[in-house]
């Protein structure tokens, strides 16, 4: 099913079509531009409020800036859909997401017009800083160059380090802040504070009228525009000494705030500050989840990526089932901490800004003093989770395997050094899906099996997950304890289960066999179950072991597999490089062993996005794979390269 885009949106093939309407025409362009938005994500799925948003901002943005000359750079990218759209991928903007299909956030490879990767958040500032460091050492004076960041993106703090350095660097950037109050979930801290009080202040919005009035009579000043504006700006400073602003402190022109939902006056405004050189900031105030009402008048949070739904009720479709089905690993870790933390008052849960995609806010609602959002903040979420453990608490911090990417020293220097009992769990090990691989959790096992004082698990199922996590909290008074679990759904739909201690550093066997031992680490396992049992129907009998822990690994287990089978295959859901498969070899070349060893598991390139089914596939070590690898392990000649 394709959308058919409005009479004017069937227009724009680039932003030089854009150009080419009056400005009175850009209303009803905003109105097509939201509405084909809308009718595609209830069709087909994907991030659905931050985009509406910026709608206006968008197509202001494109109208006025020469585009890709001017370098764009969005934050993030959730809101970049009408981004997209506008540059030249309208037609096949029904396969985002998919498998195969254009990605959900800018990407390089795939537009001239996406001039920076983007997926994690708070990097615009940086970048734009780049790309206007490099115009300014080049003598492309005429160049412009825009970072569109949001309020919750700015809680991070390579945000604030690019603020930092944007303000001293005499260089034609401009960074436009998207207000909506939100990221996934609400904002938190003192900067949302902050920044409530400049739009609600009646000095700054009375000020802010003279700032516009002024700019938009520019072109009659000539050559003393920029005498008169910088006297405007000392004549605001002055007169809000008792009300400091914080871009000002950091040498930043501020401009606004203003409408984020004006079009012409957006229009008008851009027009103006690319007159004024240097380093500024526009301050956009907007409604995430524009112009659709059941986005803007429910939960912002469940708007924020809701699936396929009725565009006319706003019903979000949601699957029946017939049988019940296993929840999913987020919300068993969600539920099992408040269990937990029932039972030890030392236990405290962190998140930065993922209360509900890690399932926290099941605590949060329950125990509110003892779950705490930190914002987008994954290296202040590790040290603070640092400070709590040397206190005797115990803190369980809960990050997505991809963003802890971000936190990586803090782990080493903070936690690891230190030899304190600090919990981490990694949401999202393993692919992500859609998301694609900005959000792919393909590298925890490699980068936490190599730092001294860390232990790494990975549950099988949602019994393993609870063991785990009861074994994590009881007291212990060194080493850091990650589990990594995969978004979605796991196998057990009767999963509140007793807590037993798991023994660390124990695996466990889940089927004898002959000629081939499996060893597999985490919910991959279920692959493995499903390929033995295809493999029975064959007379194909493997062994299979749940390792359980990629560190420390279990070496009475190994022992036993190296001394009675001379082909393993090691399966995992992350990289091959450094991963549970390369510690198995090292394991055997250090004990003298000699085995055909087969590793199945992410290779050394970036995997794209699509469903996780189609992922594993694509790698090899869905089931059909790993049965047909071990197929070919057992014939008298295989084809197949192995490691020895």
Avoid at 351 to 356: R, Y
Wanted: aromatic share 8%; glycine share 10%.
């Amino acid at each position: 099913m394709l959308i058919t885009p409005g009479k004017l949106l069937a227009q724009i093939n680039s932003p030089a079509d854009l150009k080419k309407l009056d400005q009175i025409q850009l209303v009803q362009l905003c109105d097509e531009l939201r509405h084909f938005i809308i009718d595609n994500v209830s069709v087909y799925g994907g991030h659905f409020g931050a985009s509406l948003g910026v709608v206006e901002l968008t197509v202001a943005l494109h109208y006025v800036f020469n585009t890709p000359y001017d370098q764009l750079v969005w934050d993030v990218g959730h809101q970049a859909y009408g981004h997209k759209i506008l540059t030249g991928r309208r037609d096949v903007f029904h396969t985002n997401r998919v498998y195969k299909g254009i990605s959900g956030f800018p990407k390089r490879m795939e537009s001239e017009y996406d001039t920076f990767g983007v997926g994690h958040s708070s990097t615009s500032v940086s970048a734009a800083l780049g790309m206007a460091s490099a115009s300014k050492y080049l003598g492309l004076t005429d160049k412009q160059h825009i970072a569109v960041i949001g309020d919750g993106a700015l809680t991070g703090g390579i945000a604030f380090e690019g603020l930092n350095h944007a303000g001293v660097s005499d260089t034609n950037v401009l960074i436009i802040l998207n207000d909506n109050c939100m990221s996934i979930d609400p904002n938190v801290g003192a900067l949302k504070d902050y920044l409530t009080d400049i739009t609600t202040s009646k000095t700054y919005n009375r000020l802010k009228d003279d700032v516009w009035n002024l700019l938009g009579k520019l072109s009659h000043f000539g050559k003393n525009a920029q005498e008169i504006v910088s006297k405007l700006e000392t004549g605001i400073k002055s007169t809000l000494l008792s009300q400091s602003n914080l871009f000002e402190s950091l040498n930043l022109r501020y401009f606004g705030p203003v409408d984020g939902h004006d079009v012409d006056h957006l229009v008008a405004v851009l027009n103006d500050l690319k007159e004024i050189k240097g380093p500024k900031i526009l301050h956009c105030v907007t409604v995430k989840g524009k112009g659709y009402g059941p986005s803007e008048k429910g939960n912002a949070t469940t708007w924020h990526a809701p699936g396929t739904f009725d565009k006319i009720s706003g019903e979000i479709h949601k699957k029946v089932y017939d049988v019940p089905q296993a929840p999913k690993y987020q919300d068993v870790f969600g539920h099992t901490l408040v269990e937990l933390a029932r039972k030890n008052e030392k236990i405290i849960g962190i998140t930065p800004a993922m209360p509900s995609g890690s399932s926290l806010n099941i605590m949060m609602k329950e125990m509110p003093h003892r779950a705490l959002d930190v914002g987008i903040a994954e290296q202040h979420a590790v040290t603070f989770s640092a400070g709590l453990a040397t206190q005797g608490l115990v803190p369980f911090c809960n990050i997505y395997s991809s963003f802890m990417q971000r936190a990586y020293d803090q782990v080493i220097h903070d936690v690891c050094i230190q030899n304190l009992p600090v919990n981490f769990c990694l949401d999202r090990a393993g692919f992500a899906g859609a998301d694609g691989p900005t959000h792919h959790g393909a590298y925890d096992i490699a980068y936490f099996r190599c730092i001294p004082n860390m232990i790494v698990a990975a549950p099988m199922n949602e019994q393993e997950l609870r063991n785990l996590m009861y074994t994590a909290q009881l007291p212990r008074t060194q080493k850091a304890f990650t589990i990594r679990y995969p978004r979605g759904q796991g196998v057990m739909p009767n999963w509140r289960t007793p807590f037993e201690k798991i023994e660390i550093g124990k695996g466990r066997m889940i089927r004898s066999g002959e000629q081939v031992a499996i060893l597999s680490l985490g919910h991959i396992g279920n692959y493995a179950v499903e390929a033995c049992a295809a493999l029975a129907k064959k007379g194909i009998y493997p062994a299979h072991y749940d390792l359980r822990f990629a560190k420390p690994l279990d070496a009475e287990l190994l022992h036993d597999v190296f001394s009675s089978f001379k082909k393993v295959l090691t399966v995992e859901d992350g990289c091959l490089q450094g991963g549970v498969g390369s510690a198995v070899l090292e394991f055997m070349v250090d004990h003298g062993y000699q085995a055909k060893v087969v590793r199945l598991g992410i290779p050394d390139e970036i995997i794209e996005h699509g469903e996780q089914l189609e992922l594993h596939r694509e790698c090899g070590f869905d089931p059909e794979g790993i049965a047909h690898t071990i197929e070919l392990m057992l014939e008298p000649s295989p084809s197949l390269k192995v490691i020895q």
